[in-house]
């Protein structure tokens, strides 16, 4: 992973608040937003904030990290469908390997992605992990 | 709309090549010169993924129309990531069935070993949605890894299933000159010794390293023409009968069902009713297998078994050469190799050579239909192929 720098100011609505939209038509919620609603061409969107909490729907247990992630593995990476609609793909933290399970209970928390090698910035945005 | 026909092919062994991306995309487009006899081409696409940030060099069809002294013939660049290479086989029909040109070119090339695997896999991460995905480190294998473990779980497929596409692909691969890897496999080395953890460590759980292909470079050239001309070659008659294109979210999690290959079925549908021909029809076919489950879930959408039934026909020999629906033959992604943008073009070469009957020991016999599934990103822009063998 590499050359985020401009995108890492340009996402902070939506890595750092969850800001996702709702269609009007439909209530479904589209994270990152859309600008048009698969299936039936609507553009009427509201702004909404990410419910933070969800279920596990799959994920992998990754051994061999890729660039930018070298020092985290191995560490478990998920699709998350939040309770209030929306899903999300990050990281599974704060709980043994062994025990990430599809359909466990998680929450979202704010947290250090990575750094970003050549220009040297954090990375911030959202992982998950389990609900207690 | 005129039928198209296939009037010569060429490849490169897909391996680590030592020379330049140019000469990877003109020595298949020579050879398949060569043995057509075609000295005259009115056009050429040139399929490609990475040129521009693996080789530093953009705009490569120009180059390499100059380089096999093609000009002023016209020439471009066909980009849509793994399935470029199909991509740009759908462009030299529409040229050819439009009656715009008579004779098309189509090259598929990549130098993927320019740089390491750590860059090349991000190279490839660049597919994934890069607000949702790539920047908490999403790249393919990890798209697969979740995928096959859904998938696993639902239908009952086990690693043992996973790992005998590896064994089928590699055994398949043995009979392939220009195959990547020449390493027979066991089930007992990748899985069940003591030393398959070593052998065979886990990359992206449930995927092992034996699950997915290798990083290659290599070439591949098909040249697409009218039917006079494709009779003056020699050649047996294989005509492009069938050419569907289909697309999915780009971020996975985007999709109902993440286990669903929503756009590998529409693909392969729309291919066979242009063919007129049904899924049972077929002989051979070259699926996408850049990781072995997708060999098994794209041989059910593509709807040559139920949904779920994939492992079982594979664990009872069906799609092993032999068997009833051969499928790979060439050694698939796996073992073949995927040299990202040339791999649908390489699919496509491995299929007219069956119908020539010209696959020597790895001949399906009786071959008349033959399939290609080239999935790009991961599964959202697939292209599905479908080639008849005419008398």
């Known amino acids: ?132 | 709309m005129r039928d198209v026909y296939v009037a010569g092919i060429g490849i490169t062994s897909f391996t680590r090549l030592e020379y330049p991306l140019v000469e990877i995309a003109a020595y298949p487009g020579l050879m398949a010169m060569r043995e057509s006899g075609i000295k005259s081409i009115d056009q050429l696409y040139v399929a490609n993924m990475g040129a521009a940030r693996v080789n530093h060099q953009s705009g490569l069809a120009s180059a390499v129309v100059d380089n096999l002294s093609l000009t002023p013939a016209g020439a471009e660049t066909i980009e849509n990531g793994p399935a470029s290479g199909a991509s740009a086989i759908k462009q030299g029909f529409l040229a050819v069935a439009s009656g715009m040109h008579d004779t098309v070119m189509v090259i598929g090339a990549e130098r993927m070993r320019e740089v390491n695997n750590l860059e090349a896999t991000d190279f490839v991460a660049t597919l994934t949605h890069p607000m949702a995905e790539y920047i908490y480190g999403v790249t393919l294998p990890s798209l697969a890894g979740m995928f096959a473990r859904l998938y696993m779980e639902k239908y009952g497929v086990t690693s043992r299933h996973l790992a005998m596409v590896a064994v089928k692909n590699h055994k398949h691969a043995m009979d392939n000159f220009y195959a990547h890897l020449h390493e027979e496999i066991t089930l007992e080395g990748i899985l069940d010794s003591p030393d398959a953890s070593t052998n065979n460590p886990i990359v992206a759980d449930p995927l092992r390293y034996y699950d997915m292909c290798p990083v290659s470079d290599g070439g591949a050239c098909l040249i697409l023409t009218t039917a006079d001309l494709a009779k003056k070659t020699g050649k047996p008659m294989v005509r492009l009968a069938g050419v569907g294109q289909a697309t999915d979210t780009h971020a996975v999690h985007d999709r109902k069902d993440p286990t669903d290959l929503l756009a590998v079925r529409e693909a392969a549908k729309k291919s066979f009713a242009m063919a007129g021909v049904k899924p049972a029809d077929v002989h051979v076919a070259e699926l996408h297998d850049a990781f072995t489950i997708l060999e098994i879930v794209e041989s059910e959408e593509a709807g040559f078994f139920e949904r779920g039934q994939g492992h079982v026909a594979l664990q009872e020999g069906y799609t092993r050469i032999g068997g009833k629906l051969p499928i790979n033959p060439s050694g698939g992604l796996k073992a073949k190799g995927h040299p990202v943008g040339a791999t649908g073009v390489g699919q496509a070469h491995e299929i007219v050579l069956q119908l020539w009957s010209e696959a020597g020991k790895r001949q399906v016999k009786n071959a008349k239909v033959g399939f290609t599934c080239n999935f790009g990103g991961f599964g959202n822009n697939v292209v599905c192929l479908t080639f008849i063998r005419e008398g």
């Open chain 1, 1 to 132: 992973m590499s050359g985020i720098t401009a995108r890492y100011w340009r996402e902070i609505p939506r890595r750092y608040r969850g800001e996702a939209v709702k269609s009007v038509k439909t209530g479904k919620v589209y994270f990152p937003s859309r600008l048009v609603e698969p299936g039936n061409g609507n553009r009427k969107f509201k702004p909404v904030k990410l419910e933070y909490s969800g279920e596990l729907l799959t994920f992998t247990i990754i051994r061999i990290a890729p660039r930018g992630f070298e020092k985290q593995g191995p560490y478990a990476l998920g699709i998350i469908e939040l309770d209030g609609g929306g899903r999300i793909t990050t990281q599974i933290v704060d709980v043994p390997l062994e025990e990430v399970k599809i359909g466990m209970r998680v929450r979202v928390e704010f947290r250090k992605i990575s750094d970003d090698g050549d220009e040297g910035i954090h990375l911030y945005g959202y992982k998950v992990v389990p609900e207690r």
